[in-house]
Every structure is written in structure tokens, then in C-alpha cells.
């Protein structure tokens, strides 16, 4: 029997949902059960593919293709478990699959309303695989009051009816401020939510409060009276130091004991905390540092990159080094000095993106990492720029770019070694795309096979020559210049297995250069860091002693 726990938000957003939802699947499989993570967000977009990175952050990418909110990397991250298409639903594919399914007559004429069609699609949804795990663990996006949210309360409301009393509980988190003036940690704020809570219908079995420091008892017998849940289920959520301790912080809180409590399971079985414990110890007690540059076009949102951040953290983690990133905006390159922002880091790292701005400042900084045997990792377009950067200069390409920039800026005579792809081979089956398809629907999506050239650093990397990384974009490099720039150094080291699509490009006679046309960073963990990220910054480490 498959157990529900529903996670909502209160007071304000950004609390940190998605990383209690995580580290309470992290507790629940320390103590054995096996758990699905999922994310309920009430904007109407159908999903984050085509949302700008300033406006949601980044677009975490499922092996089945789905293009999903961040909070499913976090899930990933601390779980292991990887996540799926049904693991991630907006209000928008909600109300397009009800409104495609009344255009098909499928309601028989009857007149379609929130209650009970969008809640029933929404209860259906928070069933699929149903059966499969011991814990589905559902976190709402948004906080509690916002009138775009009220389906989704709903329907969770009326799925906790539905099922036999005990199969489904509910943790509201919310916010604990403390005014600096008179010294106090004022919970009247988390009242008012869990009283919009109740009027709702929904009443928090658990409480988990951010603050700063420890809940005084005198403060949590308040919220326990007035927000009727249990004092033991009032649980301090503080601020920490990194996200990785949240496992052991929330078990030291009593989350997941409160949790198995209210399910009434006991006795419960015993956690085996070890793998956390040293991950912590990995963050606390780092033995050197580095300084890695990631030159891209959201640098203002760190959220932008989040996967990318947590994997030099989890490569850190493996060398037992800290991390610390420079954030910089490829647009500085453009007309500056490249040497006076990149001289003295230890590693130079260029993500991808879309559109042409900033595209000629990566380019510039592929080429300083190139010449000045700076390791580099380039990551989709990060990969792209790399191999314009060496037809133009290796190659002698002077002209070298990519249609996506040519169309983006009216043409210019380009040479276009990176093109629109428009059609792949996926396993056994042709995809097609169209450039005047909707941008939702023209990438390569999602996870997909390489094979690695044997005798390559990449192989060598990652201990094998084939692998599965995955996907999310529209441009690849165009074979037919390979041999050109192989003369010049730069190995074509992996392919797909049709040999039509580069994957992979690295410098011959170079301490550490490699471009990736996938994300690895999508599937690294801090349990087990991905091969190029623990490498890339193994390299680092190496090149800040020769500095």
C-alpha cells in the first residue's frame, strides 16, 4: 500500500519545500522504504520548457524527455531515484488535457468545471503508479491562499477523503520570522496560514518551521495549541551552512519520526544515516579549494544553473576540495579584456543557453581555456562555441558560427558548422522537426546513447565506451567539418551510434578541454558525483598547484 504525504507552502515562497520534500525522501529510504517524489506547480504554462531561466530558473530535463521544474533535481539529487514524465504537472497541462478531452466528447455533452473535472484530472494524476513505492511524497507548488493553487488544494483535499483514513498526511512549512527590535520569534504569521489552511478544508498533521535558530518551547507549544497538531510534530527547519546537511538536520529535528508517527507505523525500523554523514563530513572538512569561472548568459540567477553548481559541488565533494564559483556574464567579453576576468581561476566552464547574446563572449573564452591549457568543460552550447571557436582559428573558418545566431542576426555570410537538426534517430524510431514547430517541440529531448572513441580521455573518464546522457537542444555540430578540424586537434571522441551526431569533442595535446553536446550535470549526485564533473574538477585542482 503506497502511503501519500502531500507538502504546501505558507507565509511566503522560496522557503524550501522542494529541498524538505527531498531530504524527507532521503530519511524515508535511510530507513529502508522506497519513495517517488513529484511536483504540483499552479502556474498555467503547460511547463518550463519555453519559461525564460530569470523568470523560473532552469529547466531540469527527465531521461523520458519531460521538461520539468528544478525542484525535480532536487529530488534526483538526494533520492537517486530518477525522475519521469508523471512526476511533474502544471494547472496548464491539467487544463489542456481536460479541455483536448471535452473537444473529443469525451464528457458527453456535460458543462466542464473546476470541481469536479480539474481536481478528478489532478486526483489521477497523483495516482499514476500508485502501488509501485512506499511513500509518493507531493509537493504544491506556490503558498497556500494564492487563488491559482485552490484546484490543487482542492483536489488534495478531496484524495485524502478518498482513500481509508491513515493512507495520507499532510506537512505544511512556513516561516518563522524573527524581529531583531523586540527579540521575538513571532508565530502569528504560520497561524494565519494554517487557519487559511483549515478554511480550506486541509489540516497539517506536521509543522515544519523556518527560522534562523531553535524553536523556543514556549513558541512551539503556541503553534501546537493554535495550529492543533501535536508539540513532537512541530518541526525547527534552520538555516544551514549547505543543502546537504538538510538529511541529518531534519532527522536530528524529528521530521521523518513525525511523519512515521503520524502514519501510525511503529515500531519503526532504524535509519542507517553513514552515506549523509559523510557527505556532510566531505563539505565540512574540504582538504584544498579551486576557483572555477562559469562564463554564460543568466548569470544573474544562479537558480539558472542549479545542477551545474550542485555538480562542481558533488566533484568537490569526490576530491575532497571546496568549490567556489565566479559567476560571469560572457557579455563582458565581447568588448573586454578577457585575461582580466579570467586569469588566476583554475577552471573555465561555459554552460548552454539559447539566442545570440553573449554567444561571441563563450567563444572568447573557450578560446583563452584552448590557449592558455586552462581545463575546460563546455556543456551544450558551451560545446558549440568551442567548435566555432577552433574552425575559426584552427580551421581557419574565419566566418565560422551557427544558424541559430546567422538567423538570429539577419544572416552575415556565415559558415554554419553548428545547423538546426531536423530529424534523429531515437532507438529504433526517425524523429522529425520542423523550424516552425512549437518551441516546445523542436529539441532533442530527454536521454539518448553515445558511443566513446576506445583510447579517448573521455572514455578514460568515464571507464567505458558506451553511455546514456541527457538531451536539451536544437542546434548540433555539423559533421561534415570533422575531419577539418581532427587535422587541427580537436577529437570527435564521441558519436551517436548512427555516427551522425557528434556528442563529444575534446583538444588533443591539452591538459584537460572537453565539450559535451548533452547535460551530464543532470545526473550527478553527491553520493555519486558524475565522472566529467569529478574529473573536471579533479583537473582544477591539479592546475591550481602549478599556478
Not at 503547460?46 to 531521461?63: A, Q
Not at 494547472?91 to 481536481?119: F, M
Not at 526517425?430 to 516552425?436: I, L, S, Y
Request: overall charge negative.
Amino acid at each position: 500500500m503506497t502511503r501519500f504525504i502531500f507538502i504546501t507552502g505558507g507565509v511566503v515562497s522560496s522557503l524550501g519545500k522542494g529541498l524538505a520534500s527531498a531530504a524527507l525522501g532521503a530519511l524515508l529510504q535511510a530507513r529502508g522504504y522506497t519513495v517517488r517524489l513529484r511536483k504540483l506547480d499552479p502556474y498555467l504554462n503547460v511547463d518550463p520548457g519555453t519559461m525564460s531561466p530569470f523568470e523560473h530558473g532552469e529547466v531540469f530535463v527527465t531521461d523520458d524527455g519531460a521538461e520539468t521544474d528544478l525542484d525535480l533535481g532536487h529530488y534526483e539529487r538526494f533520492t537517486g531515484v530518477a525522475a519521469r514524465k508523471t512526476d511533474s504537472v502544471s494547472s496548464g497541462r491539467i487544463y489542456s488535457d481536460v479541455l483536448a478531452r471535452e473537444r473529443r466528447g469525451a464528457y458527453l455533452g456535460k458543462t466542464i468545471q473546476v470541481i469536479p473535472h480539474v481536481t478528478d484530472e489532478i486526483k489521477a494524476f497523483i495516482t499514476i503508479g500508485e502501488g509501485e513505492v512506499d511513500f509518493m511524497l507531493c509537493e504544491i507548488g506556490g503558498t497556500v491562499g494564492d487563488i491559482e493553487g485552490l484546484p490543487f488544494f482542492e483536489a488534495i483535499r478531496q484524495f485524502g477523503q478518498d482513500k481509508p483514513r491513515g493512507q495520507c498526511i499532510f506537512i505544511h512549512l512556513t516561516l518563522l520570522p524573527f524581529l531583531n527590535t523586540s527579540g521575538e520569534l513571532k508565530t502569528k504569521p504560520t497561524q494565519h496560514s494554517v487557519k487559511e489552511m483549515r478554511s480550506i478544508g486541509l489540516a497539517p498533521d506536521i509543522l515544519v518551521c523556518r527560522s534562523e535558530g531553535p524553536i523556543p518551547e514556549q513558541e512551539r507549544g503556541k503553534l501546537a495549541l493554535f495550529c492543533n497538531v501535536r508539540p513532537d510534530a512541530v518541526v525547527a527547519a534552520q538555516d544551514l551552512d549547505s543543502i546537504y546537511e538538510a538529511p541529518l538536520a531534519y532527522h536530528r529535528a524529528g521530521l521523518d519520526r513525525a511523519v512515521l508517527d503520524a502514519f501510525g507505523i511503529a515500531p519503526a525500523p532504524p535509519p542507517n544515516l553513514e552515506i549523509w554523514a559523510d557527505v556532510a563530513d566531505r563539505i565540512r572538512n574540504p582538504e584544498g579549494a579551486v576557483r572555477i569561472a562559469i562564463v554564460g548568459k543568466y548569470t544573474r540567477l544562479e537558480d539558472a544553473y542549479k545542477s551545474i553548481a550542485e555538480a562542481l559541488t558533488h566533484g568537490g565533494m569526490a576530491n575532497r576540495v571546496s568549490v567556489s564559483t565566479e559567476w560571469i556574464d560572457a557579455e563582458m567579453f565581447e568588448h573586454g579584456d578577457v585575461a582580466a576576468h579570467l586569469a588566476g581561476v583554475h577552471a573555465i566552464l561555459v554552460p548552454g543557453g539559447f539566442g545570440t547574446r553573449g554567444t561571441e563572449g563563450k567563444i572568447k573564452a573557450a578560446e583563452f581555456a584552448r590557449t592558455r591549457g586552462i581545463p575546460y568543460l563546455g556543456i551544450c552550447l558551451g560545446m558549440q562555441v568551442a567548435v566555432i571557436e577552433a574552425a575559426r582559428n584552427l580551421a581557419r573558418l574565419g566566418n565560422a558560427g551557427s544558424e541559430e545566431f546567422g538567423r538570429d542576426s539577419g544572416g552575415g555570410g556565415l559558415t554554419p558548422v553548428i545547423y538546426h537538426l531536423k530529424e534523429w534517430a531515437h532507438g529504433n524510431t526517425r524523429v522529425r522537426r520542423g523550424t516552425d514547430d512549437d518551441k516546445g517541440g523542436t529539441m532533442r529531448l530527454g536521454a539518448y546513447d553515445a558511443v566513446l572513441a576506445r583510447g579517448s580521455k573521455v572514455a578514460g573518464i568515464y571507464g567505458r565506451t558506451s553511455i546514456s546522457e541527457r538531451h536539451r537542444h536544437r542546434y548540433e555540430v555539423d559533421i561534415t567539418y570533422r575531419a577539418a578540424l581532427e587535422r587541427q586537434g580537436m577529437i570527435f571522441s564521441g558519436m551517436s551510434p548512427d555516427g551522425h551526431l557528434p556528442e563529444v569533442v575534446e583538444v588533443k595535446d591539452h591538459p584537460w578541454f572537453i565539450g559535451v553536446q548533452f547535460h551530464p550535470e543532470l545526473k550527478s549526485r553527491p553520493f555519486a558525483p558524475h565522472p566529467l564533473f569529478r574529473d573536471f574538477v579533479r583537473a582544477a585542482w591539479e592546475n591550481s598547484r602549478l599556478m
